[in-house]
């Protein structure tokens, strides 16, 4: 079946198979490998990504189900000038990534976190990420990095 | 040019993990590649009868269906390391085969691979193989594998075990022990546990006909090493024609630095079928065939005299293997275990005994620590319930055993019981640190007070030490390990002053692009943004063996000043000849050498180019400027600290909230800081988890019950507190650098500073001890009874 959506800002359109997963969608038919999979229980939040305005799983949803939406990935969260967004400045500055496989995921929750609350204090950041798993950091440098960006505004 | 080491510089690799332009195994794709499903036992133990893939061979989409009757021939994966029994038998290393033909010996063991167009096409011809099992008797735990008539896991090997071992003076552990004025016994359970690596490991094979050349691309910690096992102990394929790549590799803790079976799979099956082969584990699936870690049946006891000093300490444990021997496997609950009994005491008797043991389950090998968290918890346990029963402070009664400090330069390094010999420690000082950052004194009366209105407050201490920068070739080698443990380097020198650094060690998020990196620029006097940090590529490195036990910097860190040292001894000669001078009379500073007392000098960059334009060189003087180098260690290096850790348990719950956590290390000199605290935090958050949370169970019919995220809980962001780290700098006296490692600290402190806690909390229930993990309804359970 035919799906079209747009993804950081172009319009893209792709024949899939109706079991077609989001993240598969962009992995193997457009090529963005920025978004992972960690799991198949929807659980580490390693393919988290901005859909029409919210942070969801995109293991979670089949492709199908996006048609028409806009998505944003990591991919596309650095203006198009190159100039980072402050969340992924603020991984960088505060050590908050190693092996950055969870990166690309937690970076899309917090992007989500700071748009609902500007401000947030160290629990309310470990609450909102804890669809997120990182088995490197022990998430003292990601309450950081959240930090640091909320700090830029 | 600014001095580079001891400085927190922003990582240089970042810039592509936050931007989504990293490049994983499973993001490569390669030109006519194939997608590869593997069918694996449902069941512990069973006789396979029967293989019918004639329905999978013609579904759609499939290329190719192997099952183990298909790679019978081929060898099994090897173990890298040989511990023999006591008695002088020859350790039993079953084969640990591709696929399995005949029996099915653990829940996920290998039975068929089928490989098609797409991912889901293999999955669906998989779904119609059809496999006839006859369900045996499973055993699951090491102790119950041992006990006379316990189901057999291999059929030739009648009591389960792979070996025994012993470590130290049993005569003078039993005196000492008979003469001990307090004894502390316990049965300590070290809970499996799964390293659970956020990217599952992947890999893809893919062997060029035309070049006749085999290349593998794989979620390693050490593609060298891969490289090795896989081509002259598997397949039997040349050395010299195979390429193993090793681009980001997503997290590995230990559990990616053996070779997988799926590795020589997908290696093998893309020559037989002429295209590349990808297989990337599903979670459910690395769940049951990533190695495990830990599993350890403990009866230990420490003896004291009556003035609190420790006289002796005998141990006894049954180690789970699993149901093959995975790479590192021997070595783990014995050389990486044993020998740290020692801890940081004056201990002066030390006898331990080890059963290896076969069990129905999924191999156990090294995760962080690897046997030195083992060896720590039950010590640090035995020391903590000792205070506790002789009325003593927990912390005095460990300064009263420390080793005194030595430097290992103006003192000689410390023999323990146990083999190995310290190479400097200033115990003491990270205690007192640690007792001073808590506030000690003000928290044990805020404990008391909390105690009053019915809060159970705990304080609990762990004062770890590791044997890391694993390891001297010449030592490993008397002790079973097949393999030396080196490093390489090659520093190569770009006619425009770039500069090329070639590594063994593998960041699979460790941060050596900026470490390495940092080093080199010192070393030079260049800018870090002109020093290329290349690894994880077997072509482009000449060797390597590769990142666990805390070695890169240490071991990896030392082979790189290696060949900087002769590329600038090689620099000074090309200098001489250009400034017209002697090479004594040179000295090299900030990037320059200069005719000692004269303003003469010539930058690194004009040596780079004159070395590679070579117009007017002497005889004798060769162009270019490029060396190797390998570095074998003197000794292990041996980190340590005090960690300390308080919470409080909720009675009415169960629950445990960590309220502080301090760690105070000593991990020798500190070359990136930042990346120092973050290394520790990851190890503190792992060694929590094991301590609060997480655990690997399976059933009786061998069925591992926590075999998804939904299931074994690791922690979240809100399970953890914020860490309070400090360090003291105890320099390593063996290696250039003064490193002596930090992955592996946290996992190693961290666990029984946690329990002690909440035991010290719950003591005046009664409550003495705690297995863990310490979930909320464990906890609750044992108030409840206590309270009964």
């Known amino acids: 079946m035919k799906v079209s959506m747009t993804v950081n800002g172009v319009a893209v359109s792709h024949d899939v198979e109706p079991r077609t997963l989001l993240v598969q969608f962009l992995r193997e038919n457009l090529g963005l490998t920025g978004t992972h999979v960690g799991c198949d229980t929807s659980s580490c939040g390693a393919c988290t990504l901005i859909l029409n305005g919210e942070a969801v799983k995109s293991c979670s949803l089949l492709a199908a189900q996006c048609e028409g939406a806009e998505v944003t990935t990591i991919e596309g969260l650095a203006a198009s000038d190159g100039t980072l967004h402050p969340i992924q400045e603020g991984f960088r500055e505060k050590h908050g990534l190693q092996c950055g496989y969870c990166t690309p995921g937690m970076i899309m929750s917090s992007v989500q976190l700071l748009q609902r609350n500007p401000n947030p204090s160290d629990q309310e950041i470990r609450h909102a990420l804890e669809g997120n798993f990182c088995r490197c950091t022990g998430y003292d440098n990601i309450v950081k990095a959240v930090q640091w960006a909320a700090s830029q505004s | 040019m600014g001095k580079m080491i001891g400085e927190s510089i922003k990582r240089v690799e970042d810039h592509r993990f936050i931007t989504g332009t990293g490049e994983y195994t499973d993001d490569i794709v390669l030109p006519r590649m194939t997608h590869a499903y593997i069918l694996r036992s449902h069941l512990a133990h069973a006789k396979i009868k029967s293989v019918d893939t004639t329905a999978a061979k013609s579904a759609d989409g499939v290329v190719a269906v192997f099952t183990g009757e298909d790679v019978a021939h081929i060898n099994g994966i090897p173990t890298g390391w040989q511990v023999n029994f006591t008695d002088g038998e020859v350790m039993r290393e079953p084969k640990h085969p591709l696929l399995v033909k005949d029996k099915a010996l653990h829940v996920g063991d290998g039975v068929a691979i089928v490989i098609a167009e797409s991912k889901e096409q293999a999955r669906d011809a998989a779904d119609l193989i059809e496999v006839d099992y006859e369900e045996l008797s499973v055993v699951v735990d090491a102790s119950k594998a041992l006990e006379a008539g316990a189901p057999m896991v291999h059929d030739e090997l009648p009591d389960n075990r792979a070996f025994d071992w012993q470590l130290g003076d049993k005569v003078a552990a039993d005196t000492g022990m008979a003469k001990a004025h307090h004894v502390t016994k316990m049965r300590i359970r070290n809970q499996r546990m799964i390293a659970n690596a956020i990217e599952p490991r992947s890999y893809i094979g893919d062997y060029s006909k035309a070049r006749d050349k085999y290349t593998l691309y794989t979620s390693s910690q050490n593609p060298h090493v891969i490289r090795l096992l896989m081509c002259a102990f598997v397949l039997g394929i040349p050395e010299h024609k195979t390429r193993v790549v090793s681009k980001d590799v997503g997290g590995g803790f230990g559990s990616k630095i053996f070779h997988y079976a799926e590795e020589a799979l997908v290696t093998w099956a893309s020559q037989q079928i002429a295209r590349p082969v990808k297989w990337t584990a599903e979670r459910s699936e690395a769940f049951v065939t990533d190695a495990h870690g830990r599993d ?67 191999p156990v090998d090294a995760y962080r620590g690897a046997g030195r968290p083992e060896a720590t918890y039950l010590l640090e346990r035995l020391i903590d319930t000792a205070a506790a029963e002789m009325g003593m402070d927990p912390a005095e009664l460990r300064m009263k055993n420390f080793i005194p400090a030595f430097d290992g330069v103006e003192q000689p390094g410390y023999q323990t019981q146990v083999a190995l010999q310290y190479d400097s420690g200033d115990y003491e000082a990270t205690m007192r640190k640690a007792l ?216 009415e719950t169960g629950t445990t909230e960590i309220k502080r956590f301090v760690a105070v290390d000593d991990v020798g000199n500190v070359v990136n800081p930042m990346i120092v605290d973050g290394q520790v935090h990851g190890g503190l958050a792992q060694g929590i988890g094991q301590a609060l949370l997480e655990g690997a169970v399976y059933d009786e019919s061998g069925q591992l019950t926590t075999g998804t995220y939904l299931d074994y809980a690791m922690p979240r962001a809100d399970d953890l507190p914020s860490f309070e780290v400090d360090r003291n700098v105890t320099p390593c006296p063996h290696n250039p650098l003064g490193v002596k490692g930090c992955g592996e600290a946290g996992a190693i402190g961290s666990t029984p500073a946690i329990v002690n806690a909440v035991v010290d909390a719950l003591r005046p229930l009664g409550i003495k001890d705690l297995e863990m993990p310490l979930t909320p309804q464990k906890v609750w359970a044992a108030i409840h009874n206590a309270n009964a």
């Open chain 2, 296 to 362: 350890h049946n403990t009866i230990a006891e420490m003896g004291f005299d009556k003035d609190g000093n420790i006289t002796a300490l005998r141990v006894h444990t049954d180690a789970n293997l699993g149901a093959y021997l995975s790479t590192f496997a021997p070595a783990i609950p014995t050389y990486l275990y044993g020998t740290l009994l020692q801890g940081q005491y004056v201990t002066p008797a030390i006898h331990v005994t080890v059963n290896g043991v076969f069990t129905h389950t999924t």
């Open chain 2, 436 to 651: 001073d950052v808590l506030g000690y004194n003000d928290l044990r009366k805020e404990q008391e007070e909390a105690r009053k209105q019915g809060r159970y407050i705990g304080i609990g201490f762990s004062s770890y030490i590791e044997a890391c920068g694993i390891a001297p070739s010449a030592v490993v080698g008397s002790l079973g390990a097949r393999a030396g443990l080196y490093e390489s380097a090659n520093v190569r020198v770009q006619p425009t002053g770039k500069v090329s650094v070639h590594t063994g060690s593998h960041s699979h998020g460790q941060g050596h692009d900026t470490t390495f990196a940092q080093v080199a620029a010192d070393h030079l006097g260049i800018a870090l943004e002109d020093i290329e940090i290349i690894h994880g590529d077997t072509e482009q490195v000449p060797f390597g063996m590769g990142t666990y036990g805390s070695r890169s910097l240490a071991v990896g860190g030392s082979a790189i000043v290696k060949a900087l040292d002769k590329v600038k001894e090689k620099g000074a000669k090309v200098a001489a000849h250009l400034l017209e001078a002697s090479e004594q009379d040179l000295e090299y500073i900030d990037g320059k050498w200069t005719v000692k007392g004269t303003d003469k000098s010539i930058g690194f960059g004009e040596v780079a180019l004159a070395s590679y334009v070579p117009h007017n060189f002497p005889e004798g003087l060769e162009p270019g400027i490029e060396f190797n180098s390998f570095y074998d260690p003197a000794n292990f290096t041996y980190p340590f600290g005090t960690y300390i850790a308080v919470v409080e348990v909720d009675a």
